[in-house]
């Protein structure tokens, strides 16, 4: 059975990109990115405090030093989503369950292949409309 990674082209609002190997994991509710994997950018918000998250581990933390806001191509599609910053991450970067739901992205394992299917846009009129 192959893993729910993929190689993601990921950008910030001021336009700067990077690719990275990114883990759908609907085990995390939250999308992290290792802060080395991001791209330079003005508009990454450092917490002044880092905060401590819990792990799947029983003893296990994490600590969350930021956020920032990212437009991740995933398929062709394009979804941006609030993105919290780990120095210690052990992958690159995680897709969690919440960002997971928001967009209706689904992981398919079947015949040892994983496919990833992105159902939402954010260009989409559902997405973009404000009633």
């Known amino acids: 059975m192959s893993y729910p990674i993929q190689k993601l082209q990921i950008e910030t609002i001021d336009k700067k990109t990077?690719?990275?190997?990114?883990?759908?994991d609907s085990g995390s509710f939250y999308s992290i990115i290792k802060q080395e994997c991001l791209p330079l950018s003005e508009y990454i918000v450092y917490y002044p405090v880092?905060?401590?998250?819990?792990?799947?581990?029983?003893?296990g933390t994490l600590e969350i030093t930021?956020?920032?806001?990212?437009?991740v191509t995933i398929n062709n599609k394009k979804i941006k989503e609030l993105i919290y910053?780990?120095?210690?991450?052990?992958?690159?970067?995680?897709?969690?369950?919440?960002?997971?739901?928001?967009?209706?992205?689904?992981?398919?394992?079947?015949?040892?292949?994983?496919?990833i299917?992105?159902?939402?846009?954010?260009?989409?009129?559902?997405?973009?409309?404000?009633?």
């Open 18 to 24: 990077k690719s990275v190997n990114t883990l759908f």
């Open 66 to 71: 930021g956020s920032v806001e990212l437009i």
């Open 85 to 115: 910053i780990a120095p210690k991450l052990s992958k690159e970067m995680i897709i969690g369950s919440k960002t997971l739901q928001s967009w209706h992205i689904t992981i398919d394992n079947s015949n040892g292949k994983t496919i």
């Open 50 to 59: 880092s905060e401590l998250w819990g792990t799947a581990s029983e003893s």
């Open 117 to 131: 299917s992105v159902d939402k846009d954010m260009n989409d009129p559902d997405i973009t409309s404000v009633v």
